[in-house]
């Protein structure tokens, strides 16, 4: 489009030289009319008046377009903010994610921690159970032999009477 405007302001501007040059020439020919030479020079005119017409045209074009174009690189520079904002929350929320999964992964290392502080304390709980449930096994045993042999002397002493 810049190429049509220059070729078309080129015209434009060789078409006022072209009209001064065929007014000389037709001023010293002295053969043609008035009214001959007139009517080239409206013929050249209207040509010539179009494509100023057209010029404006396409310099009217390009200034809408410019304009469109400026437009759609501040929409775009919007867009690339609003990105870089996005880009920046998206960061941050990622950040906070992995400063709660550090915190909870703490968390989780005190509970395993107090797990195997209470497993521990259990086995030897169970350690303890298992030698109380031993000695009262062996108490019984005993009490239950000192009943025989308790039983055992009665039935002796009743037999010596």
Same mark, same amino acid.
């Given at each position: 489009?810049?190429?049509?405007?220059?070729?078309?302001?080129?015209?434009?501007?060789?078409?006022?030289? =072209?009209?001064? @040059?065929?007014? +000389?020439?037709?001023?010293?020919?002295?053969?043609?009319?008035?009214?001959? !030479?007139?009517?080239?020079?409206?013929? !050249?005119?209207?040509?010539? =008046?179009?494509?100023? #017409?057209?010029?404006?045209?396409? #310099? #009217?074009?390009?200034?809408?377009?410019?304009?469109?174009?400026?437009?759609?690189?501040?929409?775009?520079?919007?867009?690339?903010?609003?990105?870089?904002?996005?880009? +920046?929350?998206? @960061?941050?929320?990622?950040?906070?994610? !992995?400063?709660? $999964?550090?915190? #909870?992964?703490?968390?989780? $290392?005190?509970?395993? !921690?107090?797990? =195997?502080?209470?497993?521990?304390?259990? =086995?030897?709980?169970?350690?303890?159970?298992?030698?109380?449930?031993?000695?009262?096994?062996?108490?019984?045993?005993? +009490?239950?032999?000192?009943?025989?042999?308790? $039983?055992?002397?009665?039935?002796?002493? @009743?037999?010596? @009477?």
């Amino acid at each position: 489009m810049k190429e049509r405007i220059t070729t078309l302001t080129i015209e434009v501007e060789g078409s006022e030289e =072209d009209k001064k @040059l065929f007014d +000389s020439i037709a001023a010293r020919a002295g053969g043609c009319s008035a009214p001959t !030479r007139l009517d080239h020079y409206y013929e !050249r005119r209207r040509g010539s =008046d179009s494509r100023e #017409k057209e010029v404006d045209t396409l #310099k #009217k074009e390009k200034a809408e377009s410019e304009k469109k174009v400026r437009e759609l690189e501040r929409k775009v520079g919007l867009l690339e903010v609003k990105e870089i904002m996005e880009k +920046s929350k998206k @960061l941050r929320v990622e950040e906070e994610m !992995r400063e709660k $999964i550090d915190e #909870k992964d703490r968390e989780i $290392i005190v509970f395993e !921690r107090r797990v =195997d502080e209470l497993v521990s304390e259990m =086995d030897k709980w169970k350690f303890e159970k298992k030698s109380v449930e031993e000695t009262l096994t062996l108490s019984e045993n005993k +009490s239950k032999e000192m009943e025989f042999l308790i $039983i055992k002397m009665k039935m002796l002493y @009743l037999w010596w @009477l």
